[in-house]
């Protein structure tokens, strides 16, 4: 996979686009670190391109709450712990 800057898209736009057919994906980086990645896509692959990025993201947000959980000690409740919490949650909400 291939880097380039930001300076280079802005710079060498055009360049950036024809490698783009090419390589597929480009990560952009900004201060040497990434801050994007360039996907090439066409009318037909689009939807499911951006399909395949929400569902990525979805599954990474899920690993980070479940890390979360086991760090706070929260995936070892059971089902009556979970509802109390739930439920004291709900009280503190209607106050």
């Known amino acids: ?17 024809l490698q783009l057919d090419r390589e597929k994906e ?4 900004s201060n040497g670190k990434p801050v ?10 689009l939807e499911e391109s951006l399909a395949a990025i929400r569902r990525s993201r979805a599954v990474a947000a899920v690993a ?4 979360t959980s086991m760090e706070c000690g ?3 409740l059971n ?3 979970i509802a109390a919490e739930v ?3 709900r009280k503190d909400r209607a106050r």
Do not use: N, Y
């Open 1 to 17: 996979m291939r880097f380039i800057t930001v300076r280079d898209l802005r710079g060498k736009s055009a360049q950036v686009w």
């Open 26 to 29: 480009m990560v952009i980086t």
């Open 64 to 67: 980070a709450l479940q890390m």
């Open 87 to 89: 439920s004291h949650e």
């Open 74 to 76: 929260t995936d070892a």
């Open 79 to 81: 089902d009556d712990d």
């Open 36 to 45: 994007a990645v360039l996907c090439s896509v066409t009318e037909e692959t």
